[in-house]
């Protein structure tokens, strides 16, 4: 496996972020970050969740996205509004677009992978660029901050995963699911959350982006 810290300029904004490539990679998944836990890409998880990628063949991309910080909030309680999501999104998209010009992943299929906030920023950037990407999979994921035109506008494959501790979230991942007219499928885990959770994902996740990732062709040429 081969680590290489890489720099990506988004506009004025200049993004570290990791590569992590396996020997003989199947596809490459780019992590969208959103805020709070999900935004450190640096951190024990996101580490985790990549470390299950690369066992599986697959490559990664993870990367700062903190120079978004929440437009809304009250009382003390910041939060993302539907403008920081399109912001994310298109930083998620500058780096999508790194990966299509770098020599090593440039014929590599491509997935996206987001978790909490981040599922949103996933969700825009698919529905803007589905042509690019083979598949996406979100986990416990605030997918309705992306707006129901992005969603039904997405035709990326698109795995749902709902941890099963938050019923609320459970709800708001159905009636995204529904507005979705794409290749689908939800899940629901288990696991008492934590590392389980994150694990499961991985697993389910993994899965996902290997029967999708076979037989797409990069569109870059």
């Not at 997405?154 to 501790?165: A, D, E, F, T, Y």
């Amino acid at each position: 496996m081969q680590e290489q810290f890489v720099s990506i300029t988004a506009d004025e904004l200049q993004m570290d972020g990791v590569l992590e490539m396996p020997e003989r990679p199947v596809g490459i998944v780019l992590f969208a970050h959103g805020a709070g836990a999900d935004s450190d890409y640096l951190g024990a998880s996101s580490h985790a969740t990549s470390q299950d990628f690369l066992r599986a063949g697959i490559a990664t991309l993870r990367f700062d996205q903190g120079g978004v910080a929440p437009g809304g909030g009250s009382n003390g309680h910041a939060y993302f509004v539907r403008s920081d999501i399109v912001l994310l999104a298109r930083q998620l998209e500058k780096a999508l677009g790194w990966l299509q010009v770098d020599p090593t992943t440039r014929r590599l299929p491509c997935g996206l992978y987001g978790y909490g906030t981040s599922a949103a920023v996933v969700m825009q950037l698919a529905a803007w660029r589905s042509a690019d990407i083979a598949a996406l999979a979100v986990c416990d994921g605030q997918v309705e901050m992306a707006g129901k035109a992005a969603l039904e506008n997405v035709r990326v494959p698109s795995l749902l995963i709902v941890g099963g501790r938050d019923p609320d979230v459970a709800g708001l991942n159905r009636m995204a699911f529904a507005t979705l007219r794409c290749d689908k499928q939800l899940e629901q885990i288990a696991a008492p959350g934590g590392p389980d959770t994150r694990h499961q994902a991985a697993v389910l996740a993994t899965d996902w982006y290997t029967r999708h990732f076979n037989g797409h062709t990069s569109t870059v040429q």
